[in-house]
């Protein structure tokens, strides 16, 4: 059974960065297209930045281009998400999840696998 447990979350202060992981047991990442979602209280699930199994093509939000690098380690069978420049509207609880499809999008609906999730904090 395929698990994915995020952490690297925290409190970090507007322009700061964190770096969050997702690492995979049970399966190696790199079998999987990852995505990262977030969720803020009140608001809908958005879909951050995804990685596509194989290849890696990568893709993200408007919102946090230029900000936020995704990336995969397979021998650390982890996915990373470097967020940098942070915003206080950056505040959310933070998800990866996979799917087993090639390509990489941001429709939560498409992933199958979640983890639990890890927050994060951008005080205004």
């Known amino acids: 059974q395929v698990q994915f447990v995020e952490s690297g979350g925290g409190l970090v202060q507007p322009g700061g960065s964190l770096r969050l992981s997702c690492a995979a047991s049970g399966s190696a990442v790199d079998y999987y297209s990852i995505g990262w979602f977030r969720q803020a209280p009140g608001k809908e699930r958005e879909g951050v930045s995804c990685?596509?199994?194989?290849?890696?093509?990568?893709y993200y939000f408007d919102s946090v281009k230029g900000r936020f690098t995704i990336s995969r380690d397979n021998a650390k069978n982890t996915v990373y998400l470097q967020m940098n420049s942070l915003k206080p509207e950056d505040t959310a609880v933070y998800y990866c999840?996979?799917?087993?499809?090639?390509?990489?999008?941001?429709?939560?609906?498409?992933?199958?696998?979640w983890g639990q999730g890890t927050q994060v904090t951008v005080p205004s």
């Open positions: 999840a996979a799917h087993l499809m090639t390509y990489c999008v941001l429709d939560g609906q498409k992933y199958g696998y």
């Open positions: 990685i596509s199994r194989r290849e890696g093509r990568t």
